[in-house]
């Protein structure tokens, strides 16, 4: 039953990271209002959220399939 308290992470490139953190402060005002266009808000938004900045897509892909195994 340990697996039900399992964090899953989200595996992103810094890139994607970064556009789906701008995106969010671009488009929703109240998270605009929370958190600013800097990278120590960029890196406690990931931390909050489980974010795991890795170097590729390719690597992205391979750790989410091991974290669904």
């Known amino acids: 039953m340990g697996h039900l ?3 899953f ?3 992103m490139t810094e890139q994607d990271a970064w556009d789906e953190y701008l995106g969010l402060l671009k488009d929703d ?3 605009a209002e929370q958190w600013k266009d800097t990278q ?3 890196e406690e938004w990931c931390e909050i959220n489980d974010v795991v900045l890795v ?3 390719q690597r992205v892909n391979q750790l989410e399939e091991a974290q669904l195994q």
Request: glycine share 0%; no cysteine.
């Open 5 to 7: 308290n399992k964090t």
């Open 9 to 11: 992470y989200n595996y």
């Open 29 to 31: 005002n109240t998270f």
């Open 40 to 42: 120590d808000d960029f």
């Open 55 to 57: 170097d590729t897509q």
